[in-house]
């Protein structure tokens, strides 16, 4: 073999390096979207955020604030008892005598009657209406025993005690027109309980009876009723006559009128009025 047909000697430095040709390209049309999730995300956890807070700045951020929530309490750290059940109350509206009241809740609460806390704390639900607010606008550094709440409660209500019905009212009362005798003792019955102190049997008799015109309070002074019932049952017969025409009704100032006017008729004489 001649020089010029030999193989050249094996250099590494000229071994082919041409590199692969590439595969081809995926284009994944999702692969930004992580992306711009989590930019969204943090752009509304920004504004979430923002917008928490100007609420809080509506609302005042002490309303939340759990020190603030004790102290807005009257009684605070009540303990109710597991099996305690809470009664239901006769609301109290404010037109009514407060110390009835007073012993109408007492009596209800009265198992769990010495405990002062929760005598206090469940006193709210006896109430309605602008009592209610009343007692939600009380000062706890003032209302700090069960005497405090009672002695502001009378205080603030005892209006109604002034003008509670009393002996004289009741006497001053009268029978409405279309009134009958049966509603008309109901209404006389209903004011003559507030009456304190309290009327016993007899008393309420006369004065219920002294409230009647003729031909009821005739009849009924003159029966042997010893008992409200027992006048009202007289009442009522009296009133079936009535209707009936057996027994006439009594002659109102208009029938005494009629009469004169009638006398002077016969008279021959001129009535000036």
């Known amino acids: ?96 005598c407060p110390i009835t009241h007073l012993k109408s809740y007492c009596n209800k609460m009265a198992e769990v009657v010495h405990d002062e806390k929760l005598l206090m704390h469940l006193f709210q639900d006896s109430l309605s209406g602008a009592v209610f607010s009343w007692y939600m606008r009380l000062d706890n550094t003032k209302i700090q025993r069960w005497k405090d709440l009672v002695d502001a409660f009378v205080k603030q209500y005892k209006y109604n005690m002034d003008i509670a019905p009393n002996r004289t009212s009741l006497s001053n009362l009268e029978k409405r027109d279309k009134e009958n005798v049966r509603e008309y003792a109901q209404r006389w019955r209903d004011l003559a309980a507030q009456v304190h102190p309290l009327l016993v049997d007899k008393e309420i008799v006369t004065l219920f009876a002294n409230t009647l015109k003729d031909p009821y309070y005739e009849h009924v002074i003159g029966s042997s009723a010893q008992q409200f019932t027992d006048a009202v049952a007289v009442a009522k017969c009296i009133e079936q006559g009535v209707k009936s025409g057996r027994l006439s009704a009594s002659v109102e100032k208009k029938g005494f009128e009629g009469k004169k006017k009638e006398v002077d008729h016969v008279e021959g004489r001129k009535n000036p009025f």
């Not at 692969?20 to 999702?30: E, K, N, S, T, Y």
């Not at 509506?58 to 020190?67: E, T, W």
């Open 1 to 96: 073999m001649s020089e010029h047909s030999q193989e050249p000697p094996y250099n590494p430095a000229f071994v082919d390096s041409t590199p692969p040709a590439p595969g081809p390209l995926v284009i994944d049309p999702f692969a930004n979207e992580s992306y711009k999730t989590k930019s969204s995300n943090g752009i509304d956890q920004d504004k979430m955020v923002a917008l928490e807070a100007r609420i809080r700045a509506i609302k005042g951020v002490d309303l939340y604030d759990l020190v603030q929530a004790t102290e807005m309490c009257l009684v605070p750290n009540v303990v109710v008892p597991k099996k305690f059940r809470v009664p239901e109350f006769i609301k109290y509206t404010g037109t009514q």
